[in-house]
């Protein structure tokens, strides 16, 4: 079966295809000896979407407060879809009072969120429609104020196109 932005595209088509044999006669059998020329062309509208399975808090221990950072214990999976052949950014944002700067790996080199948004581009994993599946692992640096406790989840990230 085809991925659903191309079912559409496909119907199309091939409605496009019986409506042309019924008006132009194809197989009939007294049909003259005729021709009939018809193009199609079809657009394929870019799509990406991303899907994020993250904790929605943390929570801060006192040797975690000592030591000055956090190591999130469960990865967060990240799935983007799409059909960009450019490839995609992901944008990291940070947040909160209680964290300084956010180390990310997973992503082929760790990237630091600071006190600005980060940035990581990634190229397309492949043609057509795709799917890539990311395991992002997260270090949280603490702020000289954060206190033990459970805090919101500290970072942003989003889907922006290429």
Do not use: K
Not at 18 to 35: D, K, M, R, T
Not at 80 to 105: H, I, K, P, T, W
Not at 127 to 145: D, V
């Amino acid at each position: 079966m085809l991925a659903s932005p191309f079912r559409g595209a496909f119907m199309a088509l091939l409605n496009l295809t019986w409506l042309a044999a019924v008006l132009f006669g194809c197989g009939s059998a007294h049909a003259e000896n005729a021709q009939a020329l018809l193009h199609v062309s079809a657009v394929v509208a870019r799509h990406a979407d991303v899907s994020i399975a993250q904790p929605a808090s943390i929570t801060v221990t006192a040797a975690d407060v000592a030591r000055g950072y956090l190591d999130l214990p469960v990865p967060v999976r990240v799935v983007v879809r799409g059909n960009m052949a450019e490839g995609y950014c992901l944008l990291f944002e940070r947040s909160g009072n209680e964290v300084g700067e956010v180390q990310v790996l997973g992503l082929g080199r760790p990237l630091v969120v600071g006190a600005d948004e980060a940035m990581s581009e990634r190229p397309a994993p492949g043609r057509g429609f795709w799917r890539e599946q990311l395991s992002l692992q997260f270090r949280i640096a603490l702020a000289p104020q954060a206190v033990p406790g459970e805090h919101a989840w500290p970072v942003r990230i989003s889907l922006m196109p290429r």
